[in-house]
């Protein structure tokens, strides 16, 4: 079975950053394009940043360009999405996503 596991959240002051990491088993990242999306307190799931399998295309929200950076790491299966100068309204759980296999979610708090 195929399964995306996201990882690296926590709590930070605004300012502050965080690496998400999402670890891909059963396929290879390399053939497939991974998604970020964000789920805030009462608000619908929006995505956030995306990377094709290659690593050669990004496409960032307009609300964290500049800020975050999504990177591939094809030898260890895994996707990163760097956050910098992190803001109160970048509180939400961080989804993985590729096709319809999703992370768990991991949460991430911005808070003085």
């Known amino acids: 079975q195929s399964h995306l596991v996201d990882s690296g959240g926590g709590s930070v002051q605004p300012g502050g950053s965080l690496t998400l990491s999402c670890v891909a088993s059963g396929f290879s990242l390399d053939s497939y394009a991974i998604g970020w999306f964000r789920q805030a307190p009462g608000k619908e799931r929006e995505g956030v940043a995306c990377t094709s399998g290659s690593g050669d295309n990004t496409y960032y929200a307009e609300s964290v360009e500049g800020r975050f950076t999504v990177s591939t790491d094809n030898a260890k299966n895994t996707v990163y999405l760097q956050m910098n100068d992190l803001r109160p309204d970048d509180t939400a759980v961080y989804y993985c996503?590729?096709?319809?296999?999703w992370g768990q979610g991991t949460l991430v708090t911005v808070s003085s």
């Open positions: 996503n590729s096709g319809r296999i």
